[in-house]
């Protein structure tokens, strides 16, 4: 599935005066979860179409993999306020232990004391809470890379929403999950995935947006990063469940990553020309120099031979012609 949602909330582009920052907490609710919200702690209130979004998809996830009551576990790896991991908790009946990790020790205090304010209570293990529901919380804190591969194949679902690039968490993220886990993801760096900033499409993501389709954009921002999924994945299967453009401003996909059939690709990888090269027939040995035609409109990839005969697209496996 794949969709583009508009929040219709724009922001001001001027003011009279600046408005001072404030630390003092607010209390807000969003689904489920009880919050203290303060500027010191990163928590966006628009972003909650989206929290939604996953939500729902971790219960549909859950039910059609038949998964008994509280015996998920889920990891939101950058927590900050721990929005995510409180509402996936408290909302969605499989789920069993969220862990919530920050760097931040601000951000570990608010998450203990949305914790409390959301109806969980200290338990005897350090750093662990308790809800009268069944659920079970556990707050981290630490470099999210390393809890990832700490814990290998540990987690059903894992949650990644950076601020800017998520490309160099993807690896860790998907070794972390158990076979046919959820992988969540986040960008919020659509310049780059847009070719907007020269080669840091390239350098973050290993792919180089064509610059003749703008209006593509967040079209190829998801396909991107559902390529970067893929390489990460290492073999793995990866399979697409949910694409989705929020605002023009950052795109998040859900996929569920596991083992790939004996002699079988990932669905993604075999879909790239490379892959589809590699795995056509061999090609004669005089055919040994030759051309290559690319269309910048469905980026078909054609090789003519100059020693040899015929013209092979790399689309169709062994086409000649």
């Known amino acids: 599935t794949c969709c583009t949602a508009d929040s219709r909330h724009r922001p001001a582009t001027a003011r009279l005066s600046a408005q001072p920052k404030t630390t003092i907490a607010q209390e807000a609710q969003e689904g489920a979860a009880n919050l203290s919200v303060r500027a010191s702690v990163f928590f966006n209130e628009k972003q909650r179409l989206q929290r939604d979004l996953t939500a729902l998809a971790l ?44 760097a931040s020790d601000e951000a570990v205090a608010a998450m203990r004391e949305n914790a409390r304010l959301s109806g969980f209570a200290a338990a005897r293990e350090r750093g662990s809470y308790l809800h009268a529901g069944g659920a079970r919380l556990e707050v981290s804190q630490g470099d999210a890379v390393a809890l990832m591969r700490a814990r290998r194949r540990h987690f059903d679902a894992v949650d990644l929403d950076p601020y800017g690039c998520v490309a160099e968490l993807l690896p860790a993220a998907v070794e972390s999950l158990r076979d046919g886990g959820l992988l969540c993801a986040s960008c919020t760096d659509l310049g780059a995935l847009s070719g907007r900033y020269g080669d840091g499409c390239a350098r973050r993501y290993g792919a180089d947006p064509l610059r003749a ?86 980026g078909t990839l054609e090789a003519q031979w100059l020693a040899g005969r015929g013209v092979h697209s790399v689309h169709r496996e062994g086409a000649e012609g």
Do not use: H, M, W
């Open 59 to 102: 219960a549909v996830y859950a039910e059609t993999t038949g998964a008994p009551p509280r015996s998920l576990a889920v990891l939101d790896a950058l927590a900050a306020s721990g929005v995510r991991g409180l509402r996936y908790a408290l909302e969605v009946p499989a789920v069993g232990t969220a862990v919530l990790n920050d």
């Open 213 to 298: 389709a703008q209006k593509q954009a967040p079209e190829l921002a998801l396909r991107l990063l559902l390529g970067c999924v893929s390489r990460a994945a290492k073999g793995r299967a990866v399979r697409p469940l949910i694409c989705v453009v929020f605002s023009d401003f950052f795109v998040r996909v859900i996929a569920a990553v596991g083992e790939a059939p004996t002699g079988a690709s990932s669905p993604l990888a075999a879909a790239s020309p490379l892959a589809a090269a590699a795995e056509s027939p061999p090609l004669p040995p005089q055919a040994l120099a030759g051309q290559v035609s690319y269309c910048l409109s469905c």
